[in-house]
């Protein structure tokens, strides 16, 4: 979203300078964020209504006023967009729970609470969701890094919720129920399962895992 900012003369001297002509310039980097937030906002947005085949890289840099060139720069796939998009939900989670923690008896337990939470989230949105968990299944190579990203933000989520560090013998198994959640997201969008199935296999996968 662009702004439109008008400088206003602070003295009646023309040499004066405006007040904004003050201020100092955003920075290359504040400028790059923001130009990667309207990306990923138009992507989402057209996810949204239309699902991953409506993510198209020309409608993407349109509606976020950006060079079809400049998005190829900053994303290079429509694949990396939902990625960045379920990056981003993902940390959300993280901030949430930092200050609402999950209650339960047992690891597990408190685990269980949280996939049930990320996933009460993302079945409000199951046309959005279905075109994220797409681009989860991408073969291309430059995706893979923000899958691993992704992944990893997950296994800390589950971590923090299950009092279990890196060095933990439980690591691998959050690793691996990350790997069974992503799963049973495919097999939900793809309607193979439904909400109540989904929430029973994860709730499943967790107690045999923790």
């Known amino acids: 979203m662009s702004e439109s ?8 001297d023309p040499s004066t ?7 100092p310039a955003p920075s290359r980097s504040t400028e790059t964020i ?22 198209q890289m020309r409608d993407v840099a349109s509606a976020a006023d950006v060079a079809l060139a400049t998005l190829y720069r900053q ?20 901030d949430r729970l930092a200050t609402q923690p999950t209650e339960g008896d047992s690891p597990a337990e408190r685990v269980i609470g949280v996939l ?3 996933n009460k989230a993302l079945s409000r949105e199951p046309t959005l969701t279905a075109a994220m968990v797409t681009a989860l299944g991408s073969p291309e ?22 009092g279990l560090g890196p060095r933990d013998d439980g690591d691998a ?35 045999l895992l923790l």
């Open 5 to 12: 900012r008008f400088a206003v003369a602070i003295s009646s």
């Open 17 to 23: 300078p405006a007040k904004d002509d003050l201020a």
């Open 34 to 55: 923001e130009r990667r937030r309207r990306l990923v906002e138009a992507a989402v947005k057209l996810a949204r209504s239309g699902g991953y085949e409506a993510v």
């Open 75 to 94: 994303y290079a796939s429509k694949d990396q967009l939902l990625l960045a998009a379920l990056s981003n939900q993902t940390g959300i989670l993280r």
């Open 116 to 118: 049930a939470l990320a």
């Open 141 to 162: 190579p430059g995706a893979a890094a923000m899958k691993v990203e992704i992944l990893e933000i997950l296994r800390g989520i589950l971590g923090d919720a299950g």
């Open 173 to 207: 198994a959050l690793r691996t129920l990350g790997y069974v959640w992503f799963a049973a997201l495919g097999a939900w969008s793809s309607g193979m399962i439904d909400d109540e199935q989904m929430a029973s296999d994860l709730t499943q996968a967790a107690r």
